[in-house]
């Protein structure tokens, strides 16, 4: 069974040695071997002391966090606040509870059908792309494609119009530098700092930051300057929503914030899973094909329509498997604001407490065969194996992704759509290696070379 590109674990020393000897941060290279078989248990050494937590009923715990003591952690919310301020994604207590009630309103109200037709849109277009790199020939990134996609996705459901493609390129490349250089990733800080010390951020990161604000900026207020009418999308809905309590709405700042959550969370996730789903894929024939027949005899010749796509069992469990071997955020950290006990620990005021998507989804006791690629572990067949609690790309509790469902549908939308119309070779994909910063990427950029299939066979996704 194929078992896709992970780091090889050790012991807790010789995996804080290498990471520090590459100097890059990787987070998945510095977790210990028994990273991947406790419960829960502290993680090396370190000033603020790190409980990693896999079991599910700890986690849960942690995650729905009745009492309010387990807030985000403050390494994470000092990484992200330059890049999204206190928004949806970092805030906690009262102010996260207005947050939500102020926006999940624009997610429930937002009708899946009229979304699709913006997803679509949107692979119709990237797909000229595509035929014209097939036509002419020549590599390309396959990180860079899907984060164009989705970003175009996001920028059509939220914004109502189509991402211009050096906003998409400048945006992916500021993106990249926040990730590889905010200070959440600092072997030192993570280690010696105290808890709740100030994070000073990296003049590379505040730029790229101001980059992307500024291309939101940009997209906001096209809709600030106009009538409220102007515009029936997420952005709309989000600039007309009123706290219950106090009447007021969203201020510049604040629509910049959470805006800015939805556009990069919402597209950089989807296009992390994506990328990983495509080189496997790539690597796996045998999956390219039954992915290739279930959209034969779903939609026959027909162009997929929404209903088709939910249909798509197969093609949804490949997405699905791609997030548990690959969750995009890797590491949900939380801080302990009190002294608390969690299960048989205690754990002191500003304790990291680490909840681990990447090792709770390769934990032995809760997957079999947890490395490999396996889709159908997912089937209603093998339903009786999934523990419950232990698979959440998506988080858990009250602050779970609101827009898991739209992701889901997004992603098996275009696995359907580019898998049956070409084949996508990764070049040198025995080199890949995955490495966790605030999402999982590639170490390197995957190059590509992209072949269009005769039009008899890819009619039926077109």
Same mark, same amino acid.
């Given at each position: 069974?194929?078992?896709?590109?992970?780091?090889?674990?050790?012991?807790?020393?010789?995996?804080?040695?290498?990471?520090?000897? %590459?100097?890059?941060?990787?987070?998945?290279?510095?977790?210990?071997?028994?990273?991947?078989?406790?419960?829960?248990?502290?993680?090396?050494?370190?000033?603020?002391?790190?409980?990693?937590?896999?079991?599910?009923?700890?986690?849960? *715990?942690?995650?729905?966090?009745?009492?309010?003591?387990?807030?985000?952690?403050?390494?994470?919310?000092?990484?992200?606040?330059?890049?999204?301020?206190?928004?949806?994604?970092?805030?906690?207590?009262?102010?996260?509870? %207005?947050?939500?009630?102020?926006?999940?309103?624009?997610?429930?109200?937002?009708?899946?059908?009229?979304?699709?037709?913006?997803?679509?849109?949107?692979?119709?277009?990237?797909?000229?792309?595509?035929?014209?790199?097939?036509?002419?020939?020549?590599?390309?990134?396959?990180?860079?494609?899907?984060?164009?996609?989705?970003?175009?996705?996001? $920028?059509? /459901?939220?914004?109502?119009?189509?991402?211009?493609?050096?906003?998409?390129? *400048?945006?992916?490349?500021?993106? /990249?530098?926040?990730?590889?250089? $905010?200070?959440?990733?600092?072997?030192?800080?993570?280690? =010696?700092?105290?808890?709740?010390?100030?994070?000073?951020?990296?003049?590379?990161?505040?730029?790229?930051?101001?980059?992307?604000?500024?291309?939101?900026?940009?997209? &906001? +207020?096209?809709?600030?300057?106009?009538?409220?009418?102007?515009?029936? *999308?997420?952005?709309?809905?989000?600039? !007309?929503?009123?706290?219950?309590?106090?009447?007021?709405?969203?201020?510049?700042?604040?629509?910049?914030?959470?805006?800015?959550?939805?556009?990069?969370?919402?597209?950089?996730? !989807?296009?992390?899973?994506?990328?990983?789903?495509?080189?496997?894929?790539?690597?796996?024939? +045998?999956?390219?094909?039954?992915?290739?027949?279930?959209?034969?005899?779903?939609?026959?010749?027909?162009?997929?329509?929404?209903?088709?796509?939910?249909?798509?069992?197969?093609? %949804?469990?490949?997405?699905?498997?791609?997030?548990?071997?690959?969750?995009?955020?890797?590491?949900?950290? %939380? &801080?302990?604001?009190?002294?608390?006990?969690?299960?048989?620990?205690? &754990?002191?005021?500003?304790?990291?407490?680490?909840?681990?998507?990447?090792?709770?989804?390769?934990?032995?006791?809760?997957?079999?065969?947890?490395?490999?690629?396996?889709?159908?572990? =997912?089937?209603?067949?093998?339903?009786?194996?999934?523990?419950?609690?232990?698979?959440?790309?998506?988080?858990?509790?009250?602050?779970?992704? &609101?827009?898991?469902? =739209?992701? /889901?549908?997004?992603?098996?939308?275009?696995?359907?759509?580019?898998? $049956?119309?070409?084949?996508?070779?990764?070049?040198?994909?025995?080199?890949?290696?995955?490495?966790?910063?605030? /999402?999982?990427?590639?170490?390197?950029?995957?190059?590509?070379?992209?072949?269009?299939?005769?039009?008899?066979?890819?009619?039926?996704?077109?």
């Amino acid at each position: 069974m194929y078992e896709p590109p992970r780091p090889t674990s050790l012991a807790a020393i010789v995996s804080l040695l290498r990471v520090a000897a %590459r100097g890059d941060g990787d987070l998945l290279s510095l977790l210990p071997s028994k990273a991947y078989r406790v419960d829960a248990g502290w993680l090396g050494y370190s000033r603020r002391s790190i409980l990693i937590v896999n079991a599910p009923e700890m986690l849960r *715990d942690v995650l729905t966090d009745p009492l309010g003591i387990f807030p985000k952690n403050d390494l994470m919310v000092g990484a992200l606040e330059p890049l999204v301020g206190n928004s949806i994604f970092v805030s906690s207590g009262t102010v996260w509870r %207005r947050q939500r009630r102020m926006i999940e309103p624009s997610f429930s109200h937002m009708r899946l059908n009229k979304a699709f037709a913006a997803m679509t849109a949107a692979v119709d277009d990237y797909e000229t792309r595509l035929d014209e790199l097939a036509t002419h020939g020549g590599r390309f990134s396959l990180d860079l494609a899907m984060s164009h996609l989705t970003a175009d996705i996001i $920028c059509r /459901t939220v914004f109502s119009t189509s991402l211009r493609s050096q906003t998409a390129v *400048d945006v992916f490349e500021a993106f /990249t530098v926040f990730e590889r250089t $905010c200070a959440q990733v600092e072997l030192r800080r993570l280690i =010696f700092d105290p808890p709740f010390a100030h994070i000073p951020q990296h003049e590379a990161v505040l730029q790229a930051c101001e980059r992307i604000r500024r291309h939101l900026g940009d997209l &906001v +207020d096209t809709h600030l300057s106009a009538s409220p009418l102007s515009f029936d *999308d997420i952005a709309a809905e989000i600039i !007309t929503a009123r706290d219950v309590e106090s009447g007021e709405g969203f201020s510049r700042k604040e629509l910049l914030d959470q805006l800015g959550v939805m556009f990069l969370a919402g597209h950089e996730t !989807t296009a992390s899973a994506l990328t990983w789903a495509f080189l496997i894929i790539g690597m796996q024939p +045998d999956v390219l094909q039954r992915i290739r027949d279930e959209v034969r005899s779903v939609a026959g010749d027909a162009p997929l329509t929404l209903e088709h796509v939910r249909r798509l069992t197969y093609v %949804r469990n490949v997405f699905r498997e791609s997030m548990r071997l690959y969750p995009p955020i890797p590491f949900i950290p %939380r &801080v302990a604001a009190e002294p608390a006990k969690i299960g048989r620990f205690q &754990v002191r005021k500003g304790a990291m407490l680490m909840i681990a998507p990447w090792t709770i989804h390769r934990h032995r006791d809760y997957w079999r065969n947890p490395h490999a690629f396996d889709p159908d572990r =997912f089937s209603p067949e093998r339903e009786h194996e999934l523990v419950p609690g232990a698979y959440l790309p998506f988080g858990l509790g009250p602050r779970v992704c &609101v827009g898991a469902g =739209f992701a /889901t549908l997004e992603a098996t939308l275009i696995l359907a759509r580019l898998a $049956c119309r070409y084949d996508i070779k990764v070049h040198d994909a025995h080199k890949v290696r995955p490495v966790a910063r605030l /999402t999982i990427r590639p170490q390197r950029e995957l190059m590509c070379s992209v072949t269009r299939r005769s039009d008899d066979l890819a009619r039926g996704a077109a």
